[in-house]
């Protein structure tokens, strides 16, 4: 039984440029959370996504966007990326009880240069 | 903004030895989570503690919750240097579906 999967691993992008990262929940779990974090610092929530549709929004600008595919997995888009966007980025599923703990992936390590 | 702030923000101890940590939190919550996470590595669950309930315990980990201080501590009894990683207390409440973290624990178990 598969984890949570993300990919890629590890980017580098340059600033202003777009970037897409993706994330495959674990089986059973319809609800997909996204996390920043930066270096040294705890995750910083930046949406919940449940049923295709937005649930939760963290305090994030705009640049940050997502989508939910109907096999519940799940895509971060930032655009206009900036130096202060590098990060490791975690996804998380659950089954959507709020008493469910939060499986994570392993991130994708992000890089603005 | 974190909701949560641990202490202390790093820990050396000696394998064999206890270490606790603890944390505050600002808002009403619904339970409080304890993860682990292993350097560059996604967060692990390690217990949930509800806020109805005042300590639990799995295996080497005894959680305590005090609601009344918005606190929480976790204790792991004879550490090893495999627990060596960075620890984080999350919390949901009212209104907030998803989990917010605190700053972490950085503990250093030395062999």
């Known amino acids: 039984d598969a984890g949570v999967t993300q990919s890629p691993t590890h980017l580098i992008k340059t600033r202003g440029q777009q970037v897409t990262l993706r994330c495959s929940p674990k089986s059973g779990h319809d609800t997909v959370s996204w996390y920043q974090q930066a270096l040294g610092q705890g995750p910083q929530f930046i949406f919940q996504?449940?049923?295709?549709?937005?649930?939760q929004r963290g305090n994030f600008p705009d640049r940050f966007s997502g989508h939910q595919f109907p096999n519940y997995s799940s895509e971060l888009n930032v655009n206009a990326l900036l130096l202060g966007d590098s990060a490791l980025y975690l996804c998380?599923?659950?089954?959507?009880?709020?008493?469910?703990?939060?499986?994570f992936g392993n991130g994708t390590r992000l890089t603005v240069t | 903004s974190q909701q949560g702030e641990e202490d202390p923000q790093a820990l050396s101890i000696q394998e064999g030895e206890n270490a606790t940590m603890n944390c505050s939190y600002k808002t009403s919550i619904n339970n409080l989570q304890w993860y682990r996470q292993n350097s560059g590595r996604g967060l692990v669950h390690l217990i949930l503690i509800r806020s109805n309930e005042r300590e639990k315990h799995s295996g080497r980990l005894r959680v305590t919750l005090d609601t009344s201080k918005k606190s929480s501590s976790l204790l792991i009894t004879a550490s090893r240097a495999a627990d060596t990683a960075s620890y984080f207390c999350?919390?949901?409440?009212?209104?907030?579906?998803?989990?917010?973290f605190g700053s972490g624990t950085r503990l250093q178990v030395q062999p």
């Open positions: 999350a919390t949901d409440g009212t209104g907030r579906r998803a989990l917010t």
């Open positions: 996504y449940y049923e295709e549709e937005e649930r």
């Open positions: 998380a599923s659950s089954p959507g009880d709020r008493n469910s703990p939060l499986h």
